[in-house]
């Protein structure tokens, strides 16, 4: 019985050591504030879309800029909708990414699929 609950133990131990190793990934967050939105994660492929209204004076969106590991996106943010094609940003499948989407006060966008950074 002893024996079988150090072999137990041991199993366990190992599974422990094996996944500390293999550096699994933290799933995306996402912080907000008043004038922007960050997200961090891996990019996995997968584009990112946001809901960008109108601003709250009627006049043009709420985004203002978005950075994508500190570098401004080329992608159209002038749009209901904004795609954000992260392998044109230059960011590479399985990498950590930081996306910053800054807004103007009183409006917010929406993050329509955060869990692709996960």
Known sequence: MVMKNTVLKLAA??????HLACGEKKPATVKSTETSIILEGYYNGNNLF???????????YCVNEILINGNRTSDEINSETIELDLKASGVREGKEIRIEIKHYK??????LNPKVLD
């Open 13 to 18: 131990l190992s599974v422990l050591i094996l």
């Open 50 to 60: 946001v809901k960008n209204p109108v601003s709250t004076d009627g006049f043009g």
């Open 106 to 111: 009183g409006c917010e966008p929406v993050v």
